[in-house]
């Protein structure tokens, strides 16, 4: 899981997840990390920097993997390797949705580039939290 700005509500039903499917989970975060005890679930603290969560991930993952992350260019990454890749909201992306959201990913960039607001993104809701943990679910559920 790419920690550094996961909301809480996703992380607890991950430690949830984990646990009751006996599935092996780390986070990985450039600061420390308060993890329940388990031989389930580890924090890894990488140092600070741009982009080394993600190049820490993306060295470690393996095909089948799932991996939870909000960073669309390190989704792609993680797509090409062939791992489940979800974002908190519970989209899941894959070989056939990946380019659309890099496409749009980088024209909303340079939109904020050239000063236009594009605002951000809606709260996180418990519609957003249900969608996720459904997605979860079923992706679990495929393994």
């Known amino acids: 899981?790419?920690?550094?700005?996961s909301p809480t509500a996703i992380k607890e039903i991950l430690y949830?997840?984990?646990?009751?499917?006996?599935?092996?989970?780390?986070?990985?975060?450039n600061q420390l990390l308060?993890?329940?005890?388990?031989?389930?679930?580890?924090?890894v603290k990488v140092a600070p920097g741009f982009d080394v969560a993600d190049n820490y991930i993306v060295e470690h993952a393996n095909t089948g993997d799932i991996v939870?992350?909000?960073?669309?260019?390190?989704?792609?990454?993680?797509?090409?390797?062939?791992?489940?890749?979800?974002?908190p909201r519970g989209e899941k992306?894959?070989?056939?949705?990946?380019g659309q959201r890099l496409?749009?990913?980088d024209f909303m960039d340079s939109l904020r580039s050239s000063g236009v607001q594009t605002g951000g993104p809606d709260a996180f809701?418990?519609?957003?939290?249900?969608?996720?943990a459904n997605?979860?679910?079923?992706?679990?559920?495929?393994?």
């Open 1 to 5: 899981m790419d920690a550094d700005a």
């Open 16 to 29: 949830r997840a984990a646990e009751r499917t006996k599935t092996t989970m780390t986070l990985v975060a």
């Open 34 to 43: 308060q993890v329940p005890r388990s031989s389930f679930i580890s924090a």
């Open 68 to 87: 939870i992350t909000q960073d669309i260019p390190l989704a792609a990454e993680l797509v090409d390797k062939g791992c489940a890749v979800l974002n």
């Open 93 to 98: 992306y894959t070989k056939e949705n990946i």
């Open 103 to 105: 496409n749009m990913r």
């Open 125 to 132: 809701s418990k519609r957003d939290r249900m969608r996720f």
């Open 135 to 143: 997605a979860l679910a079923s992706v679990l559920a495929q393994r």
